[in-house]
């Protein structure tokens, strides 16, 4: 289910101030340090400073092989060990499989015949196995590698794909079926269970077709730590359907695997709940980087399946309390978006997937349901949840098999348009035909550029986030080059070890929905589901270059597999680090775990004695950051900052990735006694309401912050100000839903070498800037909104207008307040070290 983000309100900113095959018979809506990715190196020794869970997703990637050294055929069986039994798990009250009674019904699936394998694609965030399971009819090594060969085929070199007749013949469809991403909408697992014993012991010739002529890839759970919990987020309280386009999480990073390795035609997401059961494609605005012509085509058609057979299985409003399904694209105007890549089968759509659909169950058993109705009940809804989604499962296969052919074709033709740099098709009724009211509405399109560059050398903001986003790009199956020399191109010229993304490639659609800027789509549609823009090409704090046109024929370029490492450590005298990069952060503070004496520098980096020369070798290889020679004599002295922290769990997230001493605190935790003696600074953005604190709590909260400082950021932050007197500003509140990259001025010194972009949701601004207080950041003039949707209120006010060369970011002695969100969902890399910088400054 997908739940919509809390709205900032103006009373909040008041306080401060048959066969198998055959088709069967209202809850609220849903839908390690920061360091690079990679599972390979151009050179350097920069390992260390790869993803945490690539050894997890290697094992997935890497050809699976016998006892021979051959690729591996089908089945692949492996003995799972079993999980301890736990019987708090969440999931056994309505009757459902609990997590550790997973394994041992997959060891018993594989057992029921040979088509069956299961693999471990990864471990959750709190240690617990994903499991993979594949149907398929048996396969030979020599059969194996021939599917291998077609799907690459399909890939990198379409145009051949689509005139080669064994893909046609024999080509196996890969179908994905991803289950339980929200933890506590839990039913899509047991129907996956169920239907892979039908399918494994079905002998009907129908099934023994679809197999012989499928993949069938079935996520059991992709969120095992909320599935035990019954929580929606994972066990790092993360929503792990938010976080595809920036793989936070080993959940989504092992999901990500999938779709790059599994190349799925057609996949579904299971989720709950709407009634009646909500089935994709989405209203407007739909996703401009996709091939949307061919997307629609394929999930309209398998909506109607589907709807045809939730409907089918005769569950009535009176009788069961279920409501007919729903295709939002056919029945809603708008609020049911697929513009953002965050969500599984948007994301999907960038690896070729060109049926891909949320399913939102219709009987609500999570949140207050779960602890308010009678046991026999919640198991009555979750059997029709069951149900449901295993008819949706059905009649996936079904239209998989129907429409095999014309899947892989459409599939070959979304790479061929990236390969040739072919156009989008814009959608219409002549272009999607069978496809009912599409109207201008529907068609969002844009224009790609003929490359990005991402270059090297002094025209470079900062080498590490360059490394970082290319590392990035390469885990997303985007194709980067580097240059082996200089060149010049749309009359610019770069150095040698610039990065070229050239846009000519299968995935180009994923390659510029993460570089370029977006578009600001707030006249578009009134409201939208969850965030409007994302730039990473903005927010990650490289800087990158769009090339709308030329031949990139000249340029000296050879493919890498992962950044060149620019880790570096001069070879005598003392060391300068800079502090404009999240992973800079992280090694200071590295080295402050490690008692080394580090001084701050008037400019803000950090100066490291030589004598710790050895420790900075460490950390340039872990965390791919330079430490410079330098002269500089004097600066204030650092140490370890321990923040008490009342903050998203997107935010907590960010702050470990940057190795602060991190310690929890909210309204609750304060009220019970907090000793504040081992904290230097607060940190407060969510889950801290000074108004209901008790007495005792208020007073010692009063009193750290007389000697200490206060960093604050939306409406908790500037409402604790408000009440404590500590920056005199009068905030202003945006729209609450308003949210994108927007246009910066950096003016002060914790937002020095910053960014020109930052990210907003809920923006604020601050007016009326009392004495001593200086501004940090200021909002761009004229609209500042980048991408995104940002409307004023019906009254004209709170609009990106109204921001216009309003101050962003605010200081003073004893507090420092955000009006953007530098740390949103672990996100914009390259606004971390604001946050840092201000913590760093208050602690000392």
């Known amino acids: 289910m997908r739940l919509p983000r809390p709205v900032l309100t103006a009373t909040v900113i008041a306080l ?8 069967p018979q209202s809850a609220t809506a849903d839908r390690k340090p920061p360091v690079r990715e990679g599972s390979g190196q151009e050179s350097g020794q920069g390992s260390a400073a790869r993803n945490s869970a690539s050894a997890a997703l290697n094992a997935l990637a890497t050809p699976v092989t016998d006892l021979s050294g051959s690729t591996a055929g089908y089945p692949r069986e492996q003995v799972l060990p079993p999980d301890p039994e736990n019987p708090a798990d969440k999931s056994i009250k309505l009757g459902l499989t609990p997590y550790h009674a997973i394994a041992p019904k997959l060891n018993a699936l594989q057992e029921l015949g040979n088509r069956v394998s299961v693999e471990v694609a990864g471990e959750s965030a709190g240690g617990h196995r994903l499991y993979l399971v594949t149907v398929t009819a048996p396969e030979s090594s020599r059969e194996t590698r021939a599917q291998d060969r077609m799907r690459e085929l399909i890939e990198n070199a379409p145009q051949a794909a689509a005139k080669d007749p064994a893909v046609k013949k024999t080509y196996k469809t890969p179908v994905f079926f991803n289950n339980n991403i929200h933890g506590n909408e839990w039913e899509g697992t047991d129907a996956a269970l169920g239907l892979i014993e039908q399918l494994a012991t079905a002998k009907d010739t129908k099934t023994a077709d679809l197999l012989a002529h499928s993949r069938l890839y079935f996520n059991i759970t992709a969120n095992p730590d909320g599935r035990i919990a019954g929580t929606r987020a994972n066990a790092n309280g993360f929503d792990l359907n938010r976080d595809f386009i920036t ?18 035609a057609v996949m579904v997401d299971l989720h709950g709940y709407v009634n009646g059961t909500l089935i994709e494609p989405t209203t407007p605005p739909h996703g401009e980087n996709y091939e949307y012509d061919l997307f629609l085509k394929n999930t309209y058609a398998n909506a109607l399946g589907m709807e045809a057979a939730v409907n ?35 994301y999907a759509a960038f690896h070729g997937t060109v049926a891909a659909h949320t399913v939102e169950i219709p009987m609500q058993v999570n949140n207050a349901a779960y602890d308010s109705l009678p046991v026999a009940e919640l198991k009555r809804r979750s059997a029709i949840n069951v149900d449901v989604a295993g008819a949706a499962m059905r009649a996936t296969l079904n239209f998989a098999q129907t429409h095999r052919t014309s899947l892989i074709a459409d599939q070959i033709e979304v790479f061929r348009r990236g390969v040739t740099g072919a156009a989008q098709v814009p959608v219409s009724a002549e272009t999607v035909p069978g496809v009912p009211g599409i109207g201008p509405e529907d068609v969002y399109t844009t224009e790609f550029p003929r490359a990005y560059v991402i270059p090297a050398g002094a025209t470079q903001r900062s080498a590490t986030a360059a490394a970082r986003l290319v590392d990035h790009l390469l885990a ?39 570089l370029a800027d977006g578009t600001d789509i707030s006249d578009k549609v009134s409201v939208m589901y969850d965030i409007s823009g994302w730039s990473l090409g903005r927010l990650w704090g490289a800087t990158v270059t769009p090339v709308r046109s030329g031949s990139l024929s000249a340029v000296p370029l050879r493919a890498v597999a992962a950044a060149t490492d620019v880790g ?14 999240p992973q800079e952060i992280a090694a200071l503070n590295s080295l402050l775990k490690q008692g080394v004496s580090v001084r701050q520098a008037a400019d803000g980096s950090a100066i490291v004695p030589g004598s710790a020369r050895a420790k900075a070798v460490v950390l340039a290889r872990e965390y791919d950051v330079a430490f410079d020679a330098t002269k500089v004599t004097g600066g204030t002295p650092l140490r370890l900052t321990r923040v008490a922290a009342a903050v998203t769990p997107g935010e907590l997230f960010a702050l470990r990735e940057m190795n602060f001493d991190v310690v929890p605190v909210s309204t609750g935790i304060l009220n019970a006694g907090f000793d504040w003696s081992g904290a230097d600074v607060l940190f407060a953005s969510s889950g801290l309401n000074h108004a209901g604190l008790n007495t005792a709590a208020r007073a010692a909260l009063g009193a750290f912050l007389g000697t200490h400082g206060l960093v604050g950021r939306g409406a908790t932050g500037v409402a604790l100000n408000a009440a404590t007197g500590l920056l005199a500003v009068q905030p202003v509140a945006g729209d609450g839903d308003a949210n994108g990259v927007v246009r910066v001025v950096n003016s002060g010194a914790l937002t020095t070498g910053a960014p020109d972009h930052s990210f907003v949701y809920a923006p604020l601004w601050f007016t009326d800037l009392g004495p001593g207080v200086r501004v940090e950041q200021s909002y761009g003039t004229g609209n500042p909104l980048v991408s995104g949707h940002w409307r004023p209120l019906a009254d004209g006010t709170a609009g990106p207008t109204a921001a216009a060369g309003q101050a962003s970011v605010v200081s003073g002695p004893h507090a420092v307040l955000f009006g953007t969100e530098p740390l949103f969902r672990d996100h914009p890399k390259g606004e971390f070290p604001q946050v840092a910088r201000a913590l760093l400054a208050l602690a000392h």
């Open 312 to 346: 089918g299985l005769g569950y009535t409003p009176a009788k069961d309390g279920v409501d007919p399904a729903q295709i939002p694209f056919r029945d809603q105007e708008e609020g049911w978006d697929d513009w953002p890549p965050i969500f599984t089968p948007q």
């Open 476 to 514: 997303n199956d985007v194709r980067v080059s580097r240059a082996t020399g200089g060149f010049r191109l749309a009359g610019r010229s770069y150095a040698k070890g610039s990065y070229v993304v050239d846009l000519r490639q299968a995935k180009r659609g994923m390659a510029n929905v993460m």
């Open 16 to 23: 401060a101030t048959g066969s198998l095959l055959l088709t």
């Open 568 to 581: 570096y450590v001069a070879p005598r005298g003392d060391l300068r680090l800079r502090l404009d990069d």
């Open 247 to 264: 793989a936070s999480q080993p959940e989504a990073r092992a999901m990500r695997q999938i779709g790059i390795d599994k190349q799925p």
